[in-house]
């Protein structure tokens, strides 16, 4: 069974993104554990002088690091994601670099009619920077908008098509994940050049 690590790309206390992970994770149990890590405790990146990660970013990052695969759920906030995760993402990128080659889903649950859409393709574009270099499964992307009236007082999705539509991507996840890490494996050149990535050279 695949090791999954979820992260709720926002601080809200109250979102329907963190909703969606934690449907997930019960919907999904008997194909993959899957674990959400709640980013609002990362504080805002601030380039130190030394590439050390404060705790909350090195336990990320281990966690990343352990995992077959990264799923992440993002709202979208004026066309983007949320200054949290922007600056989680620097995080990473800036210590130690533990997305490069690590298989990535993106979902995203927001308030209007389009749902995450841009956010998502904005995100797919830092994900594909050379600091982070990850492999974000392509041509998919799971969208709900309307995401106040998605959910049931069980936290359950409530349309059956949009679940089906969900299952469908997460069993292509399961199978990008096991084509994504036998390549990698064959292959560290991507790891090697990350470790010396040096963003005064770039």
Do not use: C
Not at 15 to 25: A, I, V
Not at 31 to 38: G, L, S, T, Y
Not at 56 to 85: C, F, W
Not at 155 to 173: H, N, R, Y
């Amino acid at each position: 069974m695949k090791n999954f690590l979820a992260i709720l790309g926002t601080n809200s206390d109250h979102s329907t993104n963190r909703l969606l992970l934690q449907f997930m994770q019960r919907h999904f149990v008997e194909q993959a554990n899957i674990e959400i890590f709640e980013i609002k405790n990362i504080p805002a990146f601030n380039k130190p002088e030394v590439k050390q990660a404060p705790h909350e970013v090195q336990k990320l990052t281990d966690k990343m690091r352990e995992a077959d695969g990264v799923i992440i759920s993002s709202p979208e906030y004026n066309h983007s994601v949320p200054a949290i995760l922007k600056s989680t993402l620097e995080w990473v990128s800036y210590t130690n670099q533990a997305l490069v080659d690590k298989p990535v889903m993106l979902t995203g649950a927001s308030y209007g009619k389009l749902g995450s859409s841009r956010a998502q393709s904005h995100l797919r574009q830092i994900l594909d920077s050379p600091e982070l270099k990850a492999r974000i499964m392509p041509s998919s992307e799971f969208l709900i908008g309307y995401s106040l009236q998605a959910f049931d007082d069980n936290g359950q999705l409530k349309d059956q098509a949009k679940i089906e539509e969900l299952e469908q991507i997460f069993k292509d996840f399961i199978q990008f994940v096991e084509i994504t890490n036998q390549l990698v494996n064959a292959s560290d050149s991507h790891q090697k050049k990350a470790t010396n990535f040096s963003w005064e050279t770039h």
